[in-house]
Every structure is written in structure tokens, then in C-alpha cells.
């Protein structure tokens, strides 16, 4: 089994930025790609951004611009950096996992962590 805890989540005004981090533990050797995605208040989930272990990334469109996933292998760690937050990019943010090369928007991955809350204020 994977685990996966998220951090950096929080309030922030429109505009500003905040730092994404998810430590991954456990059955480290099941993970290859990694992403982020996101759930808003009555809103499906949906997936934000992916990065592969070599280092391919991949945005959903709304993001584009303002966000930037990296990840750090040695530490297990993914990251997403957030820029000229908006109010529509509240939502709880998950971390996920996978054992496969890359993640889309077709197929859940396997691993997921409980999330974090992220609030932005207009």
C-alpha cells in the first residue's frame, strides 16, 4: 500500500499563491506517476495536473499558466505550485498516485490521499 499525505492547503485572497505538498510512503517502489486534482462544492472531481517520474507534465486548461506540478523522487514528494489563485479554484485538493507511467483524466489512479482544503477569497 501507498500513503499519501497532502499539506500546504489553506486561505488565500485572489491573486495570491500557495505551495501544494504530498509525501508519499509505504510501498514506494507502486509509484510512477503522480498527480493532482481537485473537487469543488458540488462540483465532479477533476483531475489538475500529472507529472510522470521522468518529468512529463500535463494541465487541465483552467490551470494552464497558473499552476506547476514537480515532483522531488528522492523524497517521494509531488508538489503544486499555485499562482494568481481565483475564487473558482477553491476545492479540496487530492494527491494521487499510480503505478502506471502517466495519469489522465479517463482512469482513476490507484492511490489517493484525504486531501486538503484550499479557500480562495475575492
Known amino acids: 500500500q501507498v500513503q499519501l499525505v497532502e499539506s500546504g492547503g489553506g486561505l488565500v485572497q485572489a491573486g495570491g499563491s500557495l505551495r501544494l505538498s504530498c509525501v508519499a510512503s509505504?510501498?514506494?517502489?507502486?509509484?510512477?506517476?503522480m498527480g493532482w486534482y481537485r473537487q469543488a462544492p458540488g462540483k465532479q472531481r477533476e483531475l489538475v495536473a500529472a507529472?510522470?517520474?521522468?518529468?512529463?507534465?500535463n494541465y487541465a486548461g483552467s490551470v494552464n499558466d497558473r499552476f506547476t506540478i514537480s515532483r522531488d523522487n528522492g523524497k517521494n514528494t509531488v508538489y503544486l505550485q499555485m499562482n494568481s489563485l481565483k475564487p473558482e479554484d477553491t476545492a479540496v485538493y487530492y494527491c494521487?498516485?499510480?503505478?502506471?507511467?502517466?495519469?489522465?483524466?479517463?482512469?482513476?489512479?490507484?492511490?489517493w490521499g484525504k486531501g486538503t482544503l484550499v479557500t480562495v477569497s475575492s
Open positions: 494521487a498516485s499510480d503505478p502506471r507511467p502517466s495519469i489522465s483524466p479517463s482512469r482513476d489512479p490507484r492511490y
Open positions: 509505504g510501498s514506494i517502489f507502486s509509484i510512477n506517476a
Open positions: 507529472i510522470t517520474r521522468g518529468g512529463t507534465t
